[in-house]
């Protein structure tokens, strides 16, 4: 039963970033979009919608964060 409301609950196309690198001494730009993701500091982690603004958000950053399938979905 847990798992059928997790799955109710996981947000349909989510995914969630989690923060891996620092934005010292990057760009002001790969920081504001750190910041722009609610990201900000090393394992922080936020889900979010998978929408084509947010993956090119998270290209910009990639070796910055890591990318996860959202809770719930396979």
């Given at each position: 039963m847990a798992d059928a409301a997790k799955k109710k609950n996981a947000k349909a196309g989510s995914v969630t970033v989690v923060q891996t690198?620092?934005?010292?001494?990057?760009?002001?730009d790969q920081h504001a979009t750190?910041?722009?993701?609610?990201?900000?500091?090393i394992g922080k982690s936020r889900e979010l919608n998978d929408t084509p603004a947010i993956r090119g958000?998270?290209?910009?950053?990639?070796?910055?964060?890591?990318?996860e399938a959202a809770a719930g979905e396979k």
């Amino acid at each position: 039963m847990a798992d059928a409301a997790k799955k109710k609950n996981a947000k349909a196309g989510s995914v969630t970033v989690v923060q891996t690198g620092s934005s010292t001494r990057r760009p002001a730009d790969q920081h504001a979009t750190l910041v722009g993701l609610g990201l900000g500091r090393i394992g922080k982690s936020r889900e979010l919608n998978d929408t084509p603004a947010i993956r090119g958000m998270i290209a910009k950053v990639a070796h910055l964060v890591r990318v996860e399938a959202a809770a719930g979905e396979k």
